[in-house]
T-cell receptor
Framework: DAGVIQSPRHEVTEMGQEVTLRCKPISGHNSLFWYRQTMMRGLELLIYFNNNVPIDDSGMPEDRFSAKMPNASFSTLKIQPSEPRDSAVYFC??????????????FGPGTRLTVT | GQQLNQSPQSMFIQEGEDVSMNCTSSSIFNTWLWYKQEPGEGPVLLIALYKAGELTSNGRLTAQFGITRKDSFLNISASIPSDVGIYFCAGSRNQFYFGTGTSLTVIP
């Protein structure tokens, strides 16, 4: 079975450019989570969706960040305009909330973003 | 911000030794999970705990959900080189929180 798929795996961009990260959750999972990982702050939850609806976006740093989930099999995290302090590894995770093991999140391989 | 304190921060051990790490919180959690992250990869779920006092094993790994619901422990028996990585605890209440991680190095 395919796990969580993220693309691209690496992204290098210049400050001010728009960045779009993509995620395909595990088929059948109804919750999707976006995280950011840095050495300084560890793993931070940015936003999570349940049944394609954003439930909690309190972790989104600022208005430059936006996330969408147009259907059950696809989500995007967009940063516009990007800044050097956005450099981090961004992870997508999915889970089957509402069923027995609702808190078992499965992570993708991450997107390493470098903003110069 | 972070609500989970994980210790130790790093460990250097000889192959074959047992490993113990723990995670504590000032708040009660309903679920505790343990993940392992290797370089360049995402965290991989090792063990999930759902009840206070629960003791669960996964091969050489054993984790416990503390009775107070404010802590959890992970033990690795007879460590091997492929155990190297960063181990994260995670707790869930209404939100999901990750610990700061324990970096494990196993010396052959």
């Amino acid at each position: 079975d395919a796990g969580v798929i993220q693309s691209p795996r690496h992204e290098v961009t210049e400050m001010g450019q728009e960045v779009t990260l993509r995620c395909k959750p595990i088929s059948g999972h109804n919750s999707l989570f976006w995280y950011r990982q840095t050495m300084m702050r560890g793993l931070e939850l940015l936003i999570y969706f349940n049944n394609n609806v954003p439930i909690d976006d309190s972790g989104m740093p600022e208005d430059r960040f936006s996330a969408k989930m147009p259907n059950a099999s696809f989500s995007t995290l967009k940063i516009q305009p990007s800044e050097p302090r956005d450099s981090a590894v961004y992870f997508c995770a999915s889970s089957s909330q509402g069923l027995g093991r609702s808190y078992e999140q499965y992570f993708g391989p991450g997107t390493r973003l470098t903003v110069t | 911000g972070q609500q989970l304190n994980q210790s130790p921060q790093s460990m250097f051990i000889q192959e074959g030794e047992d490993v113990s790490m723990n995670c504590t919180s000032s708040s009660i959690f309903n679920t505790w999970l343990w993940y392992k992250q290797e370089p360049g990869e995402g965290p991989v779920l090792l063990i999930a705990l759902y009840k206070a006092g629960e003791l669960t094993s996964n091969g050489r790994l054993t984790a416990q959900f503390g009775i107070t619901r404010k802590d959890s422990f992970l033990n690795i028996s007879a460590s091997i080189p492929s155990d190297v990585g960063i181990y994260f605890c995670a707790g869930s209440r209404n939100q999901f929180y990750f610990g700061t991680g324990t970096s494990l190095t196993v010396i052959p």
